[in-house]
Every structure is written in structure tokens, then in C-alpha cells.
């Protein structure tokens, strides 16, 4: 039951650092466009160290689940 529980956290957790990569992405881009303005940038910035913070939480999770279901 428990190798059940790991297999679906791990790939919730995988497709949930699969979302916060591309939200960064996007968001890396917009804080580089010279034609948006100051704050939007910033802000831009600010949610892509977010994104990124998210992604490597979840990717440590993902891995931590995936070994949790070998055993």
C-alpha cells in the first residue's frame, strides 16, 4: 500500500516541478523584456526565485518518493 501512496506522491510531486520549471521560465522572460515596465519586471523576478525555490522542493520530494517506492 505504501509503494501505492509513494508511486502517486512521486508523480504529483514530478508534474508539480514540471509546472513550477515553466513558470519560471515564463517568468525569466518577462523580467528580461526591456518593453515591460519596472514593476512588472520585478515582480516577474521575484515569482521566478519563487518558481525556482518550488521546483527544487518539489524535485527533492519526487526523488525522496520515487526511493520511498523501490523498497
Known sequence: MD????TANYVGDKA???T??????ANKNVAKD???SL???ASAGK??????????KNS?????NKESAKH
Open 16 to 18: 508539480s516541478e514540471l
Open 20 to 25: 513550477s520549471g515553466a513558470s519560471k521560465e
Open 39 to 41: 514593476g512588472t519586471r
Open 34 to 36: 526591456s518593453d515591460a
Open 3 to 6: 509503494t501505492i501512496k509513494d
Open 47 to 56: 515569482d521566478a526565485v519563487s518558481d525556482k525555490l518550488d521546483e527544487s
Open 60 to 64: 527533492a520530494s519526487a526523488t525522496a
